[in-house]
């Protein structure tokens, strides 16, 4: 069994990175070091006074230290995890974009007075989970070891879920929403025979081969091979660097001993080469 930072490395980058940042956010809650209102959606602020980072920072906070969270933070290591290391395998460009264009029509969908929620993290994780259940639509899921269904439904048994336990709805559906826009773009449309295109920017393969973390396959732009590193370039040993050659059995101590001084001496990065001679001899 792998040690917790064992599984903590083996995590993919976008995930773990995600489900760190949730749980960094509600941590420093727990702490008192922050008010949650400062990072809530509130579009009066962001237009009136260029609060900008409300934007961004709704979607890392999903409640305080509760069931919920636990749920929603498991949701993320599983369910997002098992997309980018199954579907998205060696497509981190594409994965990031997913989330970008999910919080994208969050944005959009809680311009709507009636749709609008402070914080849209949860609906983030849905929706990750409604694009789970339509690329694994055959996998077998227990919940809570009583029930037992295809992934095709299990976002819909995570909303019946929420119903019994009284939690608000409204976030899980606006989730779901969001899903099923971008898998009809990504792969209802294109399968239909449609010919436009829902591709990945050219700035999401920029910022993600900048990043240094992931990979893509067929990526329009190179990664940043310098991504992560101080200092590059060739090492060298001082004093030079001597090459060695390894002797076979069957040489004799004898070949070794009739070889020249200046054969012996011959190398790389030696400052002085020629004979030598002692003084006063």
């Known amino acids: 069994m792998s040690t917790p930072a064992e ?67 498991i949701m993320i290591a599983k369910y997002g995890v098992s997309l980018e290391r199954g579907p998205f395998d060696k497509r981190t460009a594409d994965y990031v974009w997913m989330l970008i264009f999910g919080a994208l029509s969050l944005l959009v969908m809680s311009a709507v007075p009636y749709l609008w929620s402070p914080f849209m993290g949860v609906s983030l994780v849905f929706m990750i989970v409604y694009v789970w259940s339509r690329e694994f639509p055959n996998a077998r899921i227990n919940i809570y070891g009583l029930v037992s269904l295809k992934g095709f439904y299990l976002p819909w048994a995570m909303l019946a879920l929420d ?13 779901m929403v969001a899903g099923h826009l971008y898998y009809f773009l ?14 990945t920017p050219l700035l999401v393969h920029k910022v993600v081969a900048y990043w240094g973390e992931g990979t893509q396959m067929n990526a329009p ?26 002797t076979t059995s069957h040489e004799t101590s004898d070949n070794a001993a009739a070889s020249s001084p200046e054969q012996q001496n011959q190398g790389d990065g030696v400052a002085f080469r020629g004979k030598s001679y002692r003084l006063n001899g």
Not at 47 to 57: A, G, L
Not at 186 to 199: D, I, M, R, S
């Open 163 to 175: 119903l019994i336990f009284g939690n608000p709805l409204k976030p899980d559906i606006l989730g």
């Open 186 to 199: 990504t792969v209802l449309h294109p399968l239909a025979g449609g010919k436009f295109k829902f591709n």
């Open 7 to 73: 599984y903590y490395r083996s995590l993919p980058p976008v995930s773990k990175a995600y489900g760190v940042a949730c749980l960094m956010t509600t941590a420093a809650y727990y702490l008192n070091l922050y008010d949650p209102w400062n990072i809530a959606l509130f579009y009066g602020l962001v237009f009136k006074r260029f609060q900008v980072w409300r934007v961004i920072t709704n979607f890392f906070f999903l409640g305080p230290f509760s069931f919920p969270f636990a749920a929603r933070l």
């Open 221 to 246: 732009v190179e990664s940043n091979p310098s991504a992560g590193i101080v200092f590059k370039g060739r090492s060298n040993r001082l004093g030079g660097t001597q090459t060695t050659t390894r």
